[in-house]
C-alpha cells in the first residue's frame, strides 16, 4: 500500500507543477514563438494538422484581402478631373459681348457671365459673394459703400486690373451717350477713390437692393478708353472682348454668309477665384428652338440654354437630365383701368381674379413646370407669403357679378350694346379729329353722302369683327348701365402665352364676359408697353435676386421708361415701398413688403398666375450642377467653375 496514493491528483502536486510552468516562463526571453521556432513547427505536427494550419491560413488571408477590397470601394469614388469640353446651342446669336448691353440680348448675356467678372456675384443659391472685391461695408447713413478690391488681380490679356477700371466703367454707364440700359441704377451713384485697393460709392439715398448692382461685369480701361461712348456697342472689342472672368474668348467661326456659327471660350489662366474643370465651353448658334433641339437629339450639343415647356415632352433621351430651376419672376395679367373704365370696378375685378384656375394652367400648359402665383414675390424670396391666395371659384365669382348688378344678356343683346359703345367711341374720335366739320350746321349733299358712307363702313365692320370675336360656346352674356362686359387681353404670340391667354378666355367666358384676344411679337409688345395701349396684359415679370417691387408698383413709374404696367397709384403702396427699399433691415423689409401685398390683394390692379420654371437640358456626362433658382438665364453660370466631364479616382 502506497503511503502517498495517487501524487499527481494531491494538492500538493498541482502547486509542484504549477511552479514548474512559471519557471519555464521566466526562463524563456519571448512568450511569443520567433520566426525561427515557427519555422521548426511543421516538425512536430502530424498531416491532418498541417492541413488545417493550412486552410486556416487561406481563409484568414481571402477573407483579410475581402475586407480590404470592400474598405477600398467604399472609400474610393469618382472625383472631377481637370479637361472636358463643354458645347451648348443656343437660339440667337450674340450681337455686343458686353456686360453694359447685356439685359438687351439674352446669348449676349450668357456669354457676358463668363468673360466677365463683377465686384461680387452669385452663388448657387443667388446669395451675393465676393468676386473682384474682398468685401465691403456699409455707414450709418445707409448710403456710403466702401469696397476693397483684391489685390494682384489681372485681365485676361495679363494687365493689371485696378480701381481705374471700376472708376472707368461706371463713367461709362453713367454716361447717357452709352445708352446703356443699367443706367437708371447708376444715375446717382458718386465714385470716391481712397487708395489703390478701397473706394467708396455714395448714393443720394438708402437703397437696399444696391449690392445686386455690383455684379456688374467690369471693362478694361486700356482697351476701352479711346472709344467713343456713343459707338461703344459697335466696336470691335464687343465680339472678341476681354474680362477678369473664368473664361476668355478662344475663337469664333462663321457661315458663307458671315453669320456666327459658333463661339468657343477657354480658361483664364489669370482668373482670381477656383479655376473651372471644364477646358472648354464652345456656343452654337441656332435659328429657331426646332433646329436647336435637332443638334441635341444627334448630340451635336451637350445642352440646350433654354427649352421651352411645350418642347418638354420632345426630350426623351435617356442620355439627358432634364435641369428644372425656379424662376426669381412671375406671369401676371395687369389689368389697365385707363383704357377701360369697366375695370374700375373691385367687384368685377374680384370676381375676374375668382374664375381664374391657375391648378389647370400650371398642369396642362405648363407641365407642372411652375407653381401658383398670389403676388409678386417668388417663392423662397423676400417677403413671399402664401396669406393672399386665391382659389378658383367659378359659383362665388358669378354671384358676385350678379350682386353687383352685371344683368345677364343674350348673344343679340350684347352685340347691340357693343357695337353702341364702340361707334360713340369712334364718334368722339371723329369729332375729335376733324372738329371743324362737326361745328357745320348742314352738310351738302356731297359731305353727307361721304358721311353716311364712311359710318356705313365703320358699323358694318365692327359688327363683323364684333361676330367674329364671339366664342359659339358662349351661353350669355352681362350688361351694366347699358354697357356690355368685354375686355381685351393682349398677349405675346408665343405658345405659352397663346395657350394661357386662350385658358383664361373660357374661363372669364363662363361669367359672361366677352374676351378678345391680342396676340402681338416681340417688337410690337414693347411698344405697346411703352404707351400702355393694352386692357389687359399677360406677361412676365423677371424680379432679379433682390424682389423690389418699386419698379413695377410705385406711381411715379407709370410713365414710360417705368414698368408700372398696371397703372397702379396708391398713396399708401408708395409709402410702403419707398420706406421698404430704404431700409437695410431685412425683417423691417418683411413687414412692409408683406402690408404691400395686402393692399394688392384688396385693390387686385392685377391678376397674378404662376411663378415659373427654367427647362434646361443637359447631357449626363456634365456633372457637377447643384443649382436651385435662377433671377436671369445666365446665373444657370453662376457656379460653372464646380460643372466636370472627366473624372479620376479618389478617397471620400
Known amino acids: 500500500m502506497c503511503i502517498f496514493g495517487n501524487f499527481s491528483s494531491h494538492p500538493l502536486a498541482r502547486i509542484q507543477k504549477n511552479l514548474d510552468l512559471k519557471l519555464v516562463a521566466n526562463l524563456a526571453p519571448r512568450k511569443i514563438p520567433s520566426w525561427k521556432q515557427l519555422k521548426q513547427l511543421h516538425k512536430f505536427l502530424n498531416p ?11 481563409i484568414m488571408l481571402a477573407s483579410g484581402l475581402t475586407l480590404l477590397g470592400e474598405y477600398t470601394l467604399s472609400h474610393r469614388v469618382a472625383v472631377p478631373a481637370s479637361g472636358g469640353e463643354y458645347t451648348e446651342g443656343l437660339v440667337g446669336a450674340p450681337s455686343a459681348i458686353n456686360p453694359l448691353f447685356a439685359p438687351l440680348n439674352q446669348t449676349d448675356a450668357d456669354i457676358s457671365r463668363l468673360i466677365y467678372a463683377g465686384l461680387f456675384k452669385y452663388d448657387r443659391s ?187 415632352e420632345k426630350i426623351s433621351q435617356k442620355s439627358l437630365n432634364l435641369e ?29 381674379n375668382l374664375a381664374v384656375d391657375r391648378s389647370q394652367i400650371i398642369t396642362q400648359i405648363l407641365k407642372n413646370e411652375g407653381v401658383p402665383a398670389y403676388g409678386p414675390f417668388p417663392p423662397s424670396s423676400l417677403g413671399t407669403t402664401q396669406d393672399f391666395k386665391t382659389d378658383n371659384d367659378l359659383n362665388k365669382a358669378n354671384v358676385i357679378l350678379d350682386s353687383d348688378k352685371w344683368n345677364k344678356i343674350s348673344r343679340e343683346k350684347f352685340l347691340e350694346k357693343r357695337e353702341q359703345e364702340i361707334y360713340n367711341t369712334w364718334l368722339e374720335q371723329q369729332k375729335a379729329q376733324n372738329p371743324e366739320f362737326f361745328k357745320k350746321k348742314k352738310l351738302t349733299t356731297e359731305e353727307q353722302d361721304d358721311w353716311n358712307k364712311k359710318k356705313a363702313e365703320f358699323t358694318a365692320q365692327t359688327k363683323k369683327d364684333l361676330e367674329a370675336g364671339l366664342s359659339p360656346t358662349q351661353t350669355f352674356f352681362r350688361e351694366k348701365n347699358n354697357y356690355g362686359l368685354g375686355v381685351t387681353l393682349t398677349a405675346l404670340n408665343q405658345p405659352e402665352f397663346s395657350k394661357v391667354a386662350s385658358a383664361i378666355k373660357e374661363s372669364w367666358q363662363e361669367l359672361g364676359i366677352q374676351v378678345s384676344v391680342n396676340l402681338v411679337d416681340a417688337g410690337q ?40 404696367l398696371a ?17 437695410s433691415d431685412k425683417n423691417e423689409r418683411i413687414k412692409l413688403y408683406y402690408q404691400f401685398q395686402k393692399l394688392l390683394a384688396g385693390d387686385i390692379p392685377a391678376i397674378f398666375l404662376y411663378h415659373s420654371t427654367y427647362l434646361y437640358p443637359i447631357d449626363q456626362s456634365v456633372k457637377g450642377i447643384e443649382l436651385h433658382q435662377l433671377s436671369q438665364p445666365a446665373d444657370r453660370f453662376n457656379d460653372i467653375v464646380n460643372w466636370y466631364i472627366r473624372t479620376k479616382s479618389g478617397w471620400r
Do not use: C
Open 48 to 58: 491532418a494538422e498541417k492541413k488545417f494550419i493550412a486552410a486556416a491560413f487561406i
Open 126 to 312: 443667388l446669395n451675393l459673394i465676393p468676386d473682384l472685391a474682398e468685401k465691403f461695408s456699409l455707414d450709418k447713413t445707409n448710403k456710403i459703400y466702401t469696397i476693397t478690391l483684391k489685390s494682384d488681380l489681372k485681365w485676361q490679356d495679363g494687365e493689371a486690373l485696378t480701381i481705374d477700371d471700376i472708376s472707368f466703367t461706371l463713367d461709362l454707364v453713367q454716361n447717357p451717350e452709352t445708352k446703356s440700359p443699367l443706367l437708371a441704377g447708376w444715375q446717382k451713384v458718386k465714385f470716391n477713390k481712397i487708395d489703390n485697393l478701397n473706394f467708396s460709392l455714395e448714393l443720394d439715398s438708402p437703397f437696399a437692393p444696391f449690392p445686386n448692382l455690383l455684379t456688374l461685369g467690369i471693362l478694361p480701361m486700356h482697351l476701352w478708353q479711346e472709344v467713343d461712348p456713343a459707338n461703344l456697342k459697335l466696336s470691335s472689342n464687343n465680339l472678341k472682348p476681354i474680362g477678369a472672368g473664368s473664361f476668355m474668348f478662344a475663337s469664333l467661326s462663321k457661315d458663307g454668309r458671315g453669320n456666327l456659327k459658333s463661339y468657343t471660350l477657354k480658361q483664364n489662366p489669370n482668373y482670381h477665384l477656383q479655376k473651372a474643370y471644364i477646358n472648354q465651353i464652345i456656343f452654337k448658334f441656332y435659328p429657331d428652338v426646332n433646329t436647336a433641339m435637332e443638334a441635341l437629339r444627334n448630340r451635336q450639343v451637350l445642352g440646350l440654354g433654354f427649352l421651352p415647356k411645350e418642347q418638354k
Open 324 to 352: 428644372s430651376w425656379r424662376m426669381a419672376q412671375y406671369t401676371a395679367l395687369f389689368l389697365n383701368q385707363k383704357n377701360n373704365l369697366l375695370l374700375k370696378s373691385q367687384p368685377l375685378r374680384q370676381a375676374m
Open 525 to 564: 409688345i414693347r411698344e405697346i408697353i411703352r404707351n400702355r395701349s393694352y386692357e389687359i396684359l399677360l406677361y412676365g415679370v423677371v424680379t432679379g435676386a433682390d424682389p423690389d417691387p418699386y419698379p413695377l408698383w410705385h406711381s411715379s413709374q407709370v410713365v414710360n421708361p417705368g414698368l408700372n
Open 567 to 583: 397703372n397702379y397709384t396708391s398713396r399708401a403702396a408708395d409709402d410702403i415701398l419707398d420706406k421698404a427699399r430704404t431700409s
